[in-house]
């Protein structure tokens, strides 16, 4: 992942490797590229069909500017392959970074915001709840 790793937030976090090595705990060290629990957008990964099959809609917010887009990206394709395009929505905004909806780093958090909630409506309004 070095796209963005300039500018984006989580770079030092991300190279340090202490994410990989919290989450794969006493597993191997492959564990977290080839493991789907802790990496399920991985290219690594054996056997990825079907990997999402049954999940509800779901919905991936990513910033255009972050460090981990292309996983994000990656993410977003896999889960359309096994949900279908209608099941999946991804917003992403080009000039934010990671965890922008955290911060007023705007105008790309208020419209996030908006478009969650029409994503949201558009689900219990389909759903019928």
């Known amino acids: 992942m ?3 790793a300039r500018s984006d937030v989580v770079a030092a976090i991300l190279k340090a490797g202490y994410t990989p090595r919290a989450l794969r705990g006493k597993l191997p060290a492959d564990a977290a590229t080839r493991n789907a629990w802790i990496s ?24 255009g500017a972050e460090q981990t887009v292309d996983a994000m990206r990656t993410g977003r394709d896999s889960l359309v392959h096994d949900l279908g395009q209608g099941k999946v929505r ?17 105008p790309e958090r208020t419209q996030a915001v908006k478009d969650l909630v029409q994503w ?10």
Do not use: K
């Open 40 to 63: 399920p957008a991985s290219l690594e990964l054996e056997d990825a069909d079907g990997l999402f099959a049954g999940l509800p809609p779901t919905c991936i917010v990513a910033a």
């Open 120 to 129: 949201y409506t558009e689900i219990f309004d389909a759903s019928g709840a």
């Open 90 to 106: 991804y917003l992403e905004y080009e000039d934010a970074y990671h965890d922008f909806l955290t911060t007023n780093w705007e």
């Open 2 to 4: 070095e796209r963005n």
